[in-house]
C-alpha cells in the first residue's frame, strides 16, 4: 500500500512484518528504509504504482540494521547509494545476524552493502529536503532518525512510536541512550513524526513525554535513573554548600591578615576577578581557543544550544577541555601536599612538607609527556585535516 503523504513524499507499508518505508521524490529521490526481503516484489510493485521503478532510486538510508528494514536493499544496492550509521553499517556488511536478526525473517543476512557510512549530524541536502542525521541510539547502537529542520518532520525508524509506544533495547542497544535519544529528541521542534512502525503523528512533543513516562514505569533499571537523580542532584547542591561556606571561612581568614587597602583591593577587583574572570571569561576562551569554528558569540551561546552540530563540537573538544582541568586539579593537589602550612592528621605528610621542592619535580615530570602528547597530537590533527599535497581543494 502506498500513501501520499505530500507533495513529493509517500509512505510504502508493505506488511506486518515490514518497517514503514518512505519515499521522497524530488531532485533526489530518497528511499527511508526497505522492508523485509520477503516483501520484494510488493515494494516493488508498490513503488510502479506511482510511475517510480528501481532504478529510480538514487539513495536508501537505513535507519538501523534490522532485517525488516534492510531486507530490500537487494533490490537497490546495484542501483542506488545504501546508507546507515556507521554502528549499523559495520553490522550490515559483515552479516552480524545476532543484532540484525535477518534468519528470524527468513533473510540472508550476507550480501549486504553500504555505500555511504553516516555520523551523526552529517547533512542529506536534497533542495526541497534537508535531511540532518541524528544518531539516536538505545533500540540498537547503528539507530539514526533523520530531521529536516526546515519543515520539522522527523523520520525516527525505530528510535520513537507515537503514542507513548515503547522501543525494545535489542543486543547492541542500551536503555541509557534510548533515554539520552528521547531527551535530545525532545529538545528538537518537530511537528510531524513518521516513525519505523505504527502511525504518524502531530503530537510529538506528548508522544516525547508519554514514551518517557511509560519508559520509567516499565523498565526498572529506567526507574532506578530515575531515582538516581534526585540524590544526586542533592548531594551536588550540599556539596557546593559546604566547598562554599568553606571557601568563605578561608577567604575571611586570608582577609583578616591584610591591610586595609588590600582588603578593599581584593574585596573589588579581587571578587571581579574570580567571578567575571575566572568562571566566565576564561571558560569562554579555553571553549572558543578549543573549537575556534563556534566563533565567539556562538562559544557563549553553545551552553545553551540544542543544535546538533555544537553539541558535536563541544564534545569533539572535552578531552582537551577535561586534560586541562584534570592537569589543573592535578597540580593544586601536589601544591597543597608539599607546598601548603597545614595541621598534619596523616603519618609522612610533615616529612612531605620538608621536602616542597619536589614539587617542582613532581609537576615537571607529569608535565613533560603531557606537553609531548598535545604537541604530538596537534601535528596529528593537523595532518589528518590537511588534504593530500597541502593543497586546498575547490
Ligand atoms: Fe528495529
Not at 550490515?92 to 553500504?114: L, N, P, T, W
Request: hydrophobic fraction near 45%; glycine fraction near 8%.
Amino acid at each position: 500500500m502506498i500513501r501520499n503523504l505530500a507533495d513529493d513524499l509517500y509512505q510504502v507499508k508493505l506488511g506486518s512484518n515490514s518497517s514503514n518505508c518512505y519515499l521522497i521524490t524530488g531532485d533526489i529521490t530518497i528511499l527511508i528504509d526497505t522492508g523485509t526481503v520477503l516483501r520484494i516484489p510488493e515494494m516493488a510493485n508498490t513503488l510502479s504504482e506511482i510511475g517510480y521503478s528501481t532504478p529510480d532510486i538514487d539513495l536508501v538510508i537505513n535507519t538501523h540494521e534490522h532485517s525488516d528494514h534492510i531486507g530490500g536493499n537487494v533490490l537497490f544496492q546495484k542501483t542506488a547509494l545504501i546508507a546507515a550509521h556507521r554502528n549499523a553499517a559495520v553490522k550490515i556488511i559483515s552479516g552480524d545476524d545476532e543484532v540484525m536478526h535477518c534468519r528470524a525473517h527468513a533473510q540472508k543476512f550476507e550480501g549486504y552493502h553500504v555505500h555511504a557510512w553516516l555520523s551523526n549530524t552529517d547533512v542529506i541536502d536534497a533542495d526541497s529536503w534537508f535531511l540532518k542525521v541524528l544518531h539516536t541510539p538505545g533500540h540498537t547502537s547503528g539507530c539514526i532518525s533523520l530531521y529536516d529542520p526546515r519543515r520539522r518532520v522527523l523520520f525516527s525508524g525505530d528510535a520513537l512510536f507515537a503514542s507513548g509506544t515503547l522501543s525494545t533495547i535489542y543486543e547492541s542497544g542500551s536503555l541509557g541512550e534510548y533515554f539520552n535519544s528521547l531527551r535530545r529528541l525532545g529538545t528538537m521542534k518537530i511537528d510531524l513524526l513518521f516513525p519505523g512502525h505504527g502511525r504518524e503523528s502531530n503530537n510529538v512533543d506528548g508522544d516525547l513525554e508519554l514514551t518517557i513516562r511509560n519508559a520509567i514505569a516499565q523498565f526498572p533499571g529506567a526507574a532506578r535513573l530515575a531515582a538516581m537523580f534526585v540524590p544526586v542532584i542533592a548531594g551536588l547542591c550540599l556539596f557546593e554548600t559546604i566547598s562554599s561556606i568553606d571557601n568563605a571561612i578561608i577567604n575571611a581568614e586570608v582577609l583578616a591578615t591584610m591591610d586595609r587597602w588590600a582588603q578593599r583591593w581584593f574585596l573589588i577587583w579581587g571578587l571581579l576577578i574570580a567571578v567575571a574572570g575566572i568562571r566566565f571569561l576564561l571558560p569562554w576562551v579555553i571553549v572558543w581557543a578549543t573549537v575556534p569554528e563556534l566563533g565567539p558569540i556562538e562559544a557563549i551561546t553553545a551552553t545553551f544550544s540544542d543544535d546538533p552540530a555544537v553539541i558535536e563540537a563541544i564534545e569533539r573538544s572535552a578531552p582537551v577541555l577535561l586534560m586541562f582541568g584534570g592537569t589543573f586539579l592535578v597540580f593544586l593537589f601536589f601544591h597543597w601536599l608539599f607546598l601548603e602550612d597545614k595541621h598534619y592528621g596523616l603519618r609522612g605528610e610533615r616529612y612531605i612538607r620538608t621536602r616542597g621542592v619536589w614539587f617542582f619535580a613532581v609537576v615537571s615530570i607529569l608535565l613533560s609527556p603531557i606537553v609531548t602528547f598535545m604537541i604530538v597530537g596537534y601535528f596529528l590533527a593537523l595532518s589528518v585535516r590537511s588534504p593530500p599535497g597541502g593543497g586546498s581543494r575547490a
